[in-house]
């Protein structure tokens, strides 16, 4: 059970948060352009990384914010919390 | 002998009797002993029958680790309780318990027989016995096996006790009340951290607290008496909570524990009555101390599992902390050092007893005083055979050979009452692993230890392989300094005397001249598995210790393997030659021990199971007999039966009610979302299919929404309230989800955009009042409002006054009649439910539910997703291409309407279907086909909505199937268990296809 340090809230347990998948996944700006194959990229294609991952959670159960959490999946250890629009911590790559 | 309580003790308290009723019969035992302590101390030892051989066993342990002393509590419909370890359950008058897993009794067991015929039940027996016939599942086997395999009865009634939870944050947790738990608890509390020690005993102390031998000593005294001033001071400390009976279930991420804390499972039956039973602590430490201790291990050697054969520590605690002798002639088994110290005490107690020794010698100061009481010591020997069947009575002891390997020379036998046995001691690793924390192996004494400590997950203690007590006292106080980043010195001179020598001879399976084959070394009592099953899964190709503990069983009984898993490994590496070390282990899964069902859910039972959402006209529907219907969290009323209606009929009748006259729905469970800000008719073209900018202020209009991948997630209607100022529908059970989607998109896609969601779904009740004399009825609630086509058309919405009060009308319809649903604050609700009822009942105002609502709409062919749609359905496939916009540039979903897939011309479509017999109602979810010859049949869809019209007088229904766009007029069939339905397919629109009952 993880705790979250939402950037609106401060620390909260996990169960007040819903988990959004990938971080940094663009919608892209004119989706009728796209072939059917890189459509799909943007559609389906996740990484699952077994490691360092940039994650999209929103305080569902609290100020309803989505924002981003840098998280290495091999052992839950949340490493960054950043809003939605600021840049992505560079030390994580 | 039929008293074994040989002496007083501290923890014993001889003024206060007690009496209790073990399978039926009533014995008297003392406030302070267990089930097990006080069965023991009438001479009872057989407790209970082996689980697939029936063989009799006694209690094994004194604690967690128990693997057969395990019984059935009380016999109340709705307060028994299976699986509780007699080990662990504190005595109260009027207990009653009863052996499980034996049937008639326990001293005439049928299924005994296994016993006899076991050569023909090897590992895997189950699984390759039960196979095949397959028809021999339902009727033979599996009653069978329910019936032998008796791990006791649960309760058939709700369990009437109450549960509490607690949510806790500390900034240290420290598991265990043994000597390292107590420094580390002082330790830390007196460095102002708020601190938590938890121990699932009654009293703290661990295995210190009755140690009473001479040549273990801690400052000149005693090492109890020294435990016990400590004691006295941690419970001073201020910042110090201290949970007895209390035991650690589980070890999450993030130091995120759960702890089962007994409140009234030691108490007399009148006084649990009322009181919280147990709680479960939610604990958040900042920092975690474990000091779990450690447990013995038996030794594997044949016919080890008779009653009287026990836990050599086990008979120490027995006879020093509860007074009680296993047995009168008692003989140690032994491969390290601990069970001199049970000898000394027995000896003491003038227990007659002698040691069996694996090792060839050994020179520490303890088994000088054990040879200097006279104690009489058979070095290098070990036990090859058990006698006696209820109670052991004898046993055979043979000399080891120089390699140990096999035996030599002569068997001797010996006469006994009780055997302890002590392989060495196994560290509870448990909570370190399931922290995440990884294992090491130390050869030496052949015990996994945990590898390396976080920097907020440490243990110290014997759970961490130290286990002479200077070793615990010094390294405890070292971790913890450094642990907590403090300077402590309360231990710097302290001064302590102990000898025991670590020095110990490792035999995992014990050489015997008996074959394997006709031995029975048992390794998991409770579960039978012997060391032969663990040779045979490995002969037949098993590896892995996780299949070879779900092959053989091994370690998945309800003592989970504490006692039998190390000593499983053990062989399978001597077996496989190879280090036990690279084997790793199975999985520490929670819980530690059994939890009860009350304490996970606690509170949440009954009317607090979940959340249950009631309109604000609830009350109405309830005084005018409806049934109810669960959506999502709502009640809804389903139908309102009248004099003794079923079902069909009641919707029979509301269903032509609300075409011929009027009806009324409450439709405030509906989402509602209040839209707002300069961007809003922007924000609207972007998640809808159709076009928004140009609807009308006091306009409504119904839209489509779907996902990224052009599937209908959700439909509702809109009006514009405003210029900048929307109110939006969704479905009642995909409000908040679509809530959460749109603020998804508006803050993370579309940040720019000036807009402003608001859930109102609560704020606002809806009651809509259709048919023929709907307007009639709207006119005598508002007099003043001009209800003419023109001035209220459909599809529009007015602002009115229901006397002072504001309502909104949107004139809208989802039965194909007329119908206007009035908005009002919640609270105004009730009443104007009420005053709708009034006015209309001159025209027959029909109250319908949702069952009726379902019927009217399918006369229309309206949809209603996620009953005609799941997910796979795009708005061309509902033949509601009329909704989605060509010229808008980009929507929610659009590109995805033209991938491959979704232009497909063969996916599966909306269609009606008629039945060939008007009077056949078709069953929703039933299979759609043309052919019922070929095989396998070729599926083509499936029913979604299916019901008798009595507008129409027959049957309809809508489907998807595969083309259904081209197919109508075509024959299909339906296939049922005993009969084929033939259909026609048709249109999706049954009723009023010129939509003239809008306007009329
Ligand atoms: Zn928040």
Known sequence: ?93 | MSNYRIHKTEYIDETKRVSFKYDGKTYFGYEGDTLASALLANGIHLVGRSFKYHRPRGIVSCGAEEPNAICQIGSKKDLTEPNVRATELELYEGLEASSQNCWPNVKFDIGGINNFISPLIPAGFYYKTFMWPKSFWKKVYEPLIRLSAGLGKSPTEPDPDIYDHKHVHYDVLIIGGGVSGIIAAKMSAKNNLKTLLVDDKKILGGSTIYQNNESIKIDDKLSSQWLKNEIQEIKKLSNLTIKTRTSIAAYHGYNFLLAKENLTDHLPEEKKKNNIRQRLWKIRAKKVVIATGSIERPLVFNNNDRPGILLSNSIKKYLDYYGVTCGENIILFTNNDSAYETSISLHKKGIKNIIIDLRKSTSSELIKQAESLGIKIYFNHVVTNTFGYRKINSLEIMELSEDGNTTVGNKIKLSCDCLGMSGGWTPMVHMHTQSGGKLDFRDDDQVFLPKENSEDQISVGSCNGDFDLENIIDKTVNKINKFLDIDNQDYQDTNILCSKEKDKRNIWLLPNKIPLGKTKCFIDFQNDSTAKDIKLALKEGFRSIEHVKRYTTTGMATDQGKLSNMHALGIIADTASVKMGTLGTTTFRPPFTPLTFGTLVGRNVGKFFEVVRKTSMHEWHVENNAEFENVGQWKRPWYYPKNAENMHDAVQRESKAARDSAGILDASTLGKIDIQGSDASEFLNRVYTNAWSKLAIGKCRYGIMLNEDGMVYDDGVTTRISENHYLMTTTTGGAANVLSKLEDYLQTEWPELDVYLTSVTDHYSTASICGPNSKKILNKLFPTLDLSDENFPHMSFKEVKLENINCRIMRISFTGEQSYEINIESKYGHALWKMCIEAGKEFNLTPYGTETMHLLRAEKGFIIVGQDTDGTMTPSDLQMDWIVSKKKFDFIGKRSLYRSDTVREDRKQLVGLLTDDPKEILEEGAQIVSDIKSKPIDMLGHVTSSYFSPNLNKSIALAVVRSGKTMKGQKLIIPMENKNINVTVSDTIFFDKENKRLNA
């Not at chain 1, 401060?10 to 998948?21: I, L, V, Y």
């Open chain 1, 1 to 93: 059970m993880f705790l979250i340090n939402c950037p609106f809230c401060g620390e909260r347990d996990q169960s007040e948060f819903s988990s959004g998948g990938e971080a940094h996944v663009v919608r892209p700006k004119q989706p009728t352009e796209l072939s059917d194959d890189e459509w799909a990229e943007y559609l389906f294609m996740r990484k699952n990384i077994k490691g360092i991952q940039f994650e999209r959670w929103n305080h569902v159960h609290g100020c309803r914010k989505w924002f981003n959490v840098v998280r290495d999946t091999s052992n839950d250890k949340i490493l960054s919390v950043y809003k939605m629009g600021e840049k992505p911590p560079v030390n994580y790559k």
